[in-house]
């Protein structure tokens, strides 16, 4: 076994931690975390798989990922860039020249029949059959009908004046009831490895440092820190602070109002 392997099994066992309990939070295979801390990597897949898996268990583990490359990167002999063959260019010889006329001559062909087409659509089909066209009717002049004139009424000495209506009062408006759900903030000084199960799903597994983060929910959120004293908690606006102590792991969960928590198997 060299430096890398047992880089991270003594991170690991620093913060006791099984290879089965590695496995749950960094979904990486048992197997596969078995090849990394042996540097068995004829059993690993592709390099760029191993490369992924040593970056998420080393942020998991708390150790820096540039310095766990880089220790992978000297065993295994391995480059991050490889020069790419040079492509000779080649000549392609340019056609000649074609005439236009033929391409004119059909346009002018085409623009002809349309034009006669439009002639023959606008002429009135009797004056092609040497017909005379109907002489129109004269259109009957309507008499005019002169209205009687009505006599004017006689104007009343009072008029009452309308009492103005009641007017309706306005309904009072109902206050919206609060919105349903959960909202967790983090508040990370220093650095941590979290991993978030919103609903059921894992929506953030990762590095924080030194930064803040806010996820949301409908009904649960459920948060693994891998560092509890470096996360500082806010739930629906609620100031929870800091849930243990430095490189502590702990496991909390956070409900929506009403929702029922949804029970756990145990290992």
Same mark, same amino acid.
């Given at each position: 076994?060299?430096?890398?392997?047992? =880089?991270?099994?003594?991170?690991?066992?620093?913060?006791?931690?099984?290879?089965?309990?590695?496995?749950?939070?960094?979904?990486?295979?048992?197997?596969?975390?078995? /090849?990394?801390?042996?540097?068995?990597?004829? /059993?690993?897949?592709? $390099?760029?798989?191993?490369?992924?898996?040593?970056?998420?268990?080393?942020?998991?583990?708390?150790?820096?990922?540039?310095?766990?490359?880089?220790?992978?990167?000297?065993?295994?002999?391995?480059?991050?860039?490889?020069? =790419?063959? &040079?492509?000779?260019?080649?000549?392609?010889?340019?056609?000649?020249?074609? &005439?236009?006329?033929?391409?004119?001559?059909?346009?002018?062909?085409?623009?002809?029949?349309?034009?006669?087409?439009?002639?023959?659509?606008?002429? $009135?089909?009797? &004056?092609?059959?040497?017909?005379?066209?109907?002489?129109?009717?004269?259109?009957?002049?309507? %008499?005019? %009908?002169?209205?009687?004139?009505?006599?004017?009424?006689?104007?009343?000495?009072?008029?009452?004046?309308?009492?103005?209506?009641?007017?309706?009062?306005?309904?009072?408006?109902?206050?919206?009831?609060?919105?349903?759900?959960?909202?967790?903030?983090?508040?990370?000084?220093?650095? &941590?490895?979290?991993?978030?199960?919103?609903?059921?799903?894992?929506?953030?597994?990762?590095?924080?440092?030194?930064?803040?983060?806010?996820?949301?929910?409908?009904?649960?959120?459920?948060?693994?820190?891998?560092?509890?004293?470096?996360?500082?908690?806010?739930?629906?606006?609620?100031?929870?602070?800091?849930?243990?102590?430095?490189?502590?792991?702990?496991?909390?969960?956070?409900?929506?109002?009403?929702?029922?928590?949804?029970?756990?198997?145990?290992?």
């Amino acid at each position: 076994m060299g430096d890398l392997g047992n =880089l991270l099994r003594e991170a690991r066992e620093r913060k006791s931690l099984s290879l089965e309990q590695a496995e749950a939070d960094t979904r990486i295979r048992y197997k596969f975390l078995v /090849a990394l801390e042996n540097e068995d990597y004829a /059993a690993l897949p592709a $390099p760029a798989y191993v490369k992924g898996f040593l970056k998420t268990y080393a942020a998991y583990l708390g150790l820096d990922p540039q310095q766990v490359l880089a220790l992978y990167h000297a065993v295994t002999g391995s480059t991050e860039s490889a020069k =790419l063959p &040079s492509v000779p260019l080649v000549e392609v010889p340019m056609e000649g020249r074609r &005439s236009l006329w033929p391409i004119i001559t059909g346009l002018a062909v085409v623009a002809g029949i349309l034009l006669l087409a439009a002639a023959i659509v606008r002429t $009135p089909w009797r &004056s092609w059959l040497g017909l005379t066209p109907a002489t129109p009717q004269p259109t009957a002049t309507a %008499t005019p %009908t002169i209205a009687p004139t009505p006599l004017p009424q006689p104007t009343p000495a009072f008029t009452p004046t309308p009492l103005p209506a009641p007017t309706a009062s306005a309904e009072p408006t109902a206050t919206p009831a609060p919105t349903a759900g959960v909202r967790v903030q983090f508040v990370v000084s220093g650095r &941590s490895w979290v991993q978030i199960v919103a609903d059921d799903a894992v929506v953030y597994a990762g590095l924080l440092e030194d930064e803040t983060r806010q996820w949301e929910a409908a009904r649960k959120i459920t948060a693994r820190i891998g560092n509890a004293g470096a996360v500082d908690v806010t739930v629906n606006g609620q100031h929870i602070g800091i849930l243990g102590q430095p490189g502590e792991v702990v496991v909390s969960e956070w409900l929506a109002e009403g929702a029922q928590p949804t029970p756990t198997a145990t290992p």
